[in-house]
């Protein structure tokens, strides 16, 4: 269990991890990003999966106020995604950073 800060990190992570359709009681929860896992690694790719994240964090994650979402390819066959965003009840600025694998 994470408190505070820490939770909204997890719970993010979560809902970026998630596929909707994959909870059986909120078909619609998580992040459409999957989707372009087996797309080309490009920067069009990139922007869309940071689109879909975007989405999907402002719709299910109510405790934070986002940002800004970059992504880009790099050599080695991934994404890299940069998440900037605000804690509301703090008004702490925060950035999560992740790799995902990418096709292509």
Same mark, same amino acid.
């Given at each position: 269990?994470?408190?505070?800060?820490?939770?909204?990190?997890?719970?993010?992570?979560?809902?970026?991890?998630?596929?909707?359709?994959?909870?059986?009681?909120?078909?619609?929860?998580?992040?459409?990003?999957?989707?372009?896992? @087996?797309?080309?690694?490009?920067?069009?790719?990139?922007?869309? /999966? =940071?689109?879909? +994240?975007?989405?999907?964090?402002?719709?299910? &994650?109510?405790?934070?106020?986002?940002?800004?979402?970059?992504? @880009?390819?790099?050599?080695?066959?991934?994404?890299?995604?940069? /998440? =900037?965003?605000? +804690?509301?009840?703090?008004?702490?600025?925060? &950035?999560?950073?992740?790799?995902?694998?990418?096709?292509?």
């Amino acid at each position: 269990m994470s408190e505070h800060e820490a939770n909204i990190r997890d719970c993010m992570t979560i809902i970026l991890g998630t596929k909707p359709g994959e909870r059986q009681m909120m078909p619609e929860f998580g992040c459409r990003a999957y989707e372009m896992m @087996f797309a080309p690694n490009t920067p069009s790719t990139a922007y869309m /999966i =940071s689109a879909h +994240i975007k989405e999907a964090l402002v719709r299910w &994650e109510p405790r934070i106020e986002v940002s800004d979402v970059d992504a @880009f390819p790099d050599s080695a066959g991934k994404i890299r995604v940069q /998440i =900037s965003y605000t +804690i509301r009840s703090t008004q702490s600025a925060q &950035e999560l950073s992740m790799l995902l694998t990418a096709g292509g």
